[in-house]
């Protein structure tokens, strides 16, 4: 079900686009209900989106299921995305993998014993004049060293 917060975060997204237009804020929304449920997304609430947003539900479940933001199997409370398209990889992608790997001891799509963390390797995230880069949530972090993906996950273990 959503909640009634989401909705009204959802309506946010719907009054930027034209009447008539509310599916375009599909990506949002989804992404909003996204969180408050596990970080994850089931047929049933992709459904309720598209419900809510008055379009097909078949429409909604399109874009769930190509984008890599959304996941549908129960997530990690952090869901590391690390880009290793082509800038990214030519700068070091593929190490940063291998280090985040060993630092949290899951392979990339794995989530921790203790549910808090899961890396997914992702392509380019539009970022690429700050390869190699990673996003958490909404927040992007460039230019990547291992100690600053150290710095990262050590945050996450702490809960910061
Ligand atoms: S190649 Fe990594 S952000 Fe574009």
Redesign the pocket.
Do not use: Y
């Given at each position: 079900m959503i909640s009634n917060k989401a909705k009204k975060e959802i309506n946010s997204w719907v009054e930027k686009y034209p009447e008539g237009r509310q599916s375009s804020a599909v990506m949002e929304a989804l992404k909003i209900v996204q969180s408050e449920n596990g970080n994850s997304l089931t047929t049933e609430l992709i459904q309720e989106v598209a419900d809510y947003l008055d379009m097909p539900g078949i429409a909604a479940q399109e874009v769930a299921t190509f984008y890599e933001n959304y996941n549908h199997s129960p997530m990690a409370k952090n869901v590391i995305r690390v880009?290793h398209?082509?800038?990214?990889m030519l700068n070091g992608?593929d190490e940063l993998i291998t280090h985040l790997e060993s630092k949290t001891g899951v392979k990339t799509g794995e989530v921790t014993q203790d549910g808090n963390i899961c890396v997914k390797k992702v392509e380019?995230?539009?970022?690429?004049v700050?390869?190699?880069?990673l996003q958490i949530d909404d927040k992007y972090y460039e230019h990547l060293t291992l100690e600053k993906v150290d710095a990262i996950i050590d945050g996450l273990k702490e809960g910061k």
């Open positions: 880009c398209n082509i800038s990214c992608s380019c995230l539009g970022a690429c700050g390869a190699p880069m």
